[in-house]
């Protein structure tokens, strides 16, 4: 893809129900209206692309709504063999079109919680997994924070997610931004679980 679009990879190791799919589309979607000018005629398709073929260059286009099957190329597939894949297909030959150092993995549990694994190769020796659970709603900003602004997975907020195996939501990212401080009925309170999280 020579389109001028940078997309976050999108691999179904499992057998992905197409309202999950479209879910995930409709929440990055969310999230590229939430960032977009009002002239600006960036979509969904832009940024994200579900991989369903071990031939890249049969790819042509992202992923856009509806999806009406789900990808099966990497059904069965180990974390370790998707990224394997990724680095050999995507990484080293720096391909145009795709963001070179994340990508995202639906799994078993995707479809029972709205989830997914987001992996972050960059600064990782070869093989290693970076890896942390998220929902579909930060999933794109962790892409965005890992493969365009250069943050390492392994710091700030993130490698606290990462290190912990605290599933990353919109709602625990906030309260540990704010050091677990949040409002309610009027009043400042403080989730002392959330206090210290970003020092884990």
């Known amino acids: 893809m020579d389109d001028g679009g940078t997309r976050c990879p999108v691999f179904c190791t499992a057998d992905i129900p197409t309202s999950t799919l479209n879910l995930l589309l409709h929440r990055t979607e969310e999230y590229v209206s939430e960032f977009n000018e009002p002239n600006d005629n960036a979509n969904v398709s832009d940024i994200i692309v579900f991989i369903d073929s071990k031939d890249i260059t049969t790819i042509t286009k ?5 999806i009406t099957s789900s990808p099966t190329a990497f059904l069965g597939h180990t ?3 998707v990224r394997d894949w990724f680095e050999a297909n995507i990484t080293q030959p720096r391909l145009t079109g795709y963001m070179p150092y994340c990508f995202l993995v639906l ?3 995707s479809a029972e919680d709205d989830s997914c694994i987001f992996v972050c190769t ?3 020796a070869p093989g290693e997994i970076h890896s942390l659970h998220c929902k579909f709603d930060v999933t794109m900003q962790n892409a965005v924070a890992c493969d365009i602004q250069g943050e390492s997975i392994e710091e700030g907020l993130m490698g606290s997610f990462m290190r912990s195996g605290v599933t990353m939501t919109k709602e625990n990212l906030k309260l540990a931004m704010d050091g677990g401080l949040y409002i309610e009925d009027g009043e400042v ?3 002392q679980g959330w206090r210290d999280f970003s020092n884990w």
Do not use: A, F, T
């Not at 992202?62 to 509806?66: K, R, Y």
């Open 79 to 81: 974390l370790q063999q």
């Open 122 to 124: 960059q600064d990782s």
């Open 189 to 191: 309170k403080l989730d």
């Open 62 to 66: 992202g992923s856009s709504p509806p």
């Open 107 to 109: 799994d078993g549990e």
